[in-house]
């Protein structure tokens, strides 16, 4: 198939998924990648509980409330600022602070059924950054399972492959019994980016989650003039 060909493809199901959110109120036209994997991997089901990671502007987080009904707990994340979703809590904040993640624990107040990530780094547009940058985020919403994720639940992390992915495979494979690269239709067939579905979490057996930082902030400088 030719590179041309591949674009047009790719831009016929983007406008497709597009047009689709639009008729059907998501958010977004990844709301459909998430009801895709769900529809395969049985992810979610009513009652649960589930934290979307890099949720901006709530079509995960749409697809979740769905998913775990009246019963259910969604908790959203996000760097920017999310439109009110009812039945939804968000908080604004950046998961690689201590401070976001002191809140979010502070919110689930236990533990959870399952965790999304579709975070994405600000793309710089050099390949190998972007990847890492990506596996880095992945690693958060790896070390928000080891604080939260209750025993034989669930992790879906979107990632850009390259050369990193498999050790973050094998990070995911110390903590889960199942690991599954997957690509749902709704992603461009260009796109370098996978879902890893990784379920029936063993508990964070072998990690120790890094101890997080409760200080509060200092101030960088001090008032002249003395001591008071
Ligand atoms: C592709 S969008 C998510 C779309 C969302 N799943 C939806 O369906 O509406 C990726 C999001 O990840 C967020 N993100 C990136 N880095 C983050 C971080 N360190 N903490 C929290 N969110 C982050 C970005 O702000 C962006 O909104």
Same mark, same amino acid.
């Given at each position: 198939?030719?590179?041309?060909? +591949?674009?047009?493809?790719?831009?016929?199901?983007?406008?497709?998924? *597009?047009?689709?959110?639009?008729?059907? +109120? *998501?958010?977004?036209?990844?709301?459909?990648?998430?009801?895709?994997?769900?529809?395969?991997? &049985?992810?979610?089901?009513?009652?649960?509980? @589930?934290?979307?990671?890099?949720?901006?502007?709530?079509?995960?987080?749409?697809?979740?409330?769905?998913?775990?009904?009246?019963? &259910?707990? @969604?908790?959203?994340?996000?760097?920017?600022?999310?439109?009110?979703?009812?039945?939804?809590?968000?908080? =604004?904040?950046?998961?690689?602070?201590?401070?976001?993640? =002191?809140?979010?624990?502070?919110?689930?107040?236990?533990?959870?059924?399952?965790?999304?990530?579709?975070?994405?780094?600000? =793309?710089?547009?050099?390949?190998?950054?972007?990847?890492?940058?990506?596996?880095?985020?992945?690693?958060?919403?790896v070390?928000?399972c080891?604080?939260?994720?209750?025993?034989?639940?669930?992790?879906?992390?979107?990632?850009?492959?390259?050369?990193?992915?498999?050790? *973050?495979?094998?990070e995911l494979?110390k903590r889960f019994?199942? @690991?599954?690269?997957?690509?749902?239709?709704?992603?461009?067939?260009?796109?370098?980016? @996978? *879902?890893? =579905?990784?379920?029936?979490f063993l508990?964070a057996?072998?990690?120790?989650?890094?101890?997080? +930082?409760?200080?509060?902030?200092?101030?960088?400088?001090?008032?002249?003039?003395?001591?008071?």
């Amino acid at each position: 198939m030719s590179d041309l060909h +591949d674009r047009w493809v790719a831009e016929r199901r983007r406008e497709y998924y *597009y047009r689709l959110a639009k008729k059907l +109120d *998501y958010r977004s036209r990844a709301s459909f990648k998430l009801i895709q994997i769900d529809e395969r991997f &049985g992810i979610m089901k009513e009652g649960d509980s @589930v934290v979307d990671l890099g949720a901006c502007p709530g079509g995960w987080s749409q697809v979740a409330k769905e998913c775990v009904g009246e019963s &259910g707990q @969604v908790i959203g994340v996000d760097l920017r600022y999310i439109h009110p979703l009812e039945g939804v809590q968000f908080i =604004i904040g950046d998961i690689t602070d201590d401070n976001t993640m =002191i809140r979010l624990l502070d919110m689930v107040g236990g533990k959870v059924d399952v965790v999304l990530s579709d975070m994405a780094p600000n =793309i710089a547009g050099a390949y190998s950054m972007d990847h890492a940058r990506s596996i880095e985020l992945c690693m958060y919403a790896v070390d928000v399972c080891d604080r939260i994720l209750k025993k034989k639940g669930k992790l879906v992390t979107k990632v850009f492959q390259g050369d990193l992915l498999e050790g *973050y495979l094998n990070e995911l494979r110390k903590r889960f019994e199942k @690991v599954v690269v997957h690509s749902p239709k709704a992603s461009r067939p260009t796109s370098s980016e @996978v *879902y890893v =579905i990784s379920t029936g979490f063993l508990g964070a057996h072998n990690v120790t989650p890094k101890k997080l +930082d409760t200080e509060e902030a200092k101030p960088e400088f001090s008032a002249k003039g003395g001591n008071f």
